[in-house]
């Protein structure tokens, strides 16, 4: 167990419609880290956010938001949902931003339909 | 641009045999390297980790990797693979400066025969 609590587990959804991942990083870390894994396009770093702000950015659509709250989880917002959307999406956390190891949780499957 | 590559997609080993996953990096700097395992169905679980010092790094479960700064590689080795190793494994690359956030290859898939 990383530490890392995402939910929900698993999520089945219709195109068009909007879901909110959400992740609570482990014990003190500041930094929230969000993924996409899918088959085509393997482990994509989407977004990061640092004590709330958000510190870097990759290959995120622009469908998809993400925040962190004052108690230092984060949501990931999916929106206008496509059937390519569909993919395993992981939060990670680590203690500050720089020089750390980060740590993974189990994930949210996301399943478009 | 940083990038990790691993060559092996698929890798099948009986067991009891050496194991040796291949990992290469493109990054201007020297950079954290980690491997991590992805077992079906399962989260990211870090194998192991590279910052500096001692270019031979050892990690969980009997897995141990060698940074080479020559070769931009960072190979994953086990001396005798068991069944409950059967997973994919992933090499990545951290930026390190300013942000924690992880480069991933591709991964390789392992198979371990009985």
């Known amino acids: 167990d990383s530490g890392v609590t995402q939910t929900p587990k698993h999520l089945i959804t219709a195109t068009g419609q909007r879901v909110t991942l959400r992740c609570s990083p482990r014990s003190g870390d500041l930094s929230v880290y969000w993924y996409q894994q899918s088959l085509d396009q393997g482990l994509q770093f989407l977004i990061q956010y640092y004590n709330g702000e958000e510190r870097a950015k990759g290959n995120i659509l622009e469908r998809f938001s993400a925040q962190q709250f004052p108690d230092l989880h984060s949501e990931l917002n999916l929106s206008s949902l496509e059937l390519g959307d569909s993919a395993l999406y992981f939060c990670?956390?680590?203690?500050?931003?720089?020089?750390?190891?980060?740590?993974f949780g189990e994930g949210s499957w996301l399943t478009v339909v | 641009a940083q990038s990790v590559t691993q060559p092996d997609i698929h890798i099948t080993v009986s067991e009891g045999a050496s194991l040796e996953l291949r990992c290469n990096y493109s990054?201007?700097?020297?950079?954290?390297l980690f491997w991590y395992v992805q077992s079906p169905g399962q989260g990211l679980q870090l194998l192991l980790k590279y910052f500096s010092g001692d270019t031979l790094v050892q990690g969980i479960k009997g897995f141990e990797a060698e940074f080479k700064r020559s070769q931009s590689s960072f190979n994953l080795r086990k001396p005798s693979v068991h069944w409950s190793d059967a997973a994919e494994y992933f090499c990545a690359v951290g930026l390190s400066y300013n942000t924690d956030k992880l480069i991933f290859g591709t991964g390789t898939r392992l198979q371990v025969f009985p």
């Open positions: 990670a956390s680590s203690p500050t931003t720089g020089g750390n190891t980060i740590y």
């Open positions: 990054y201007g700097a020297t950079p954290y």
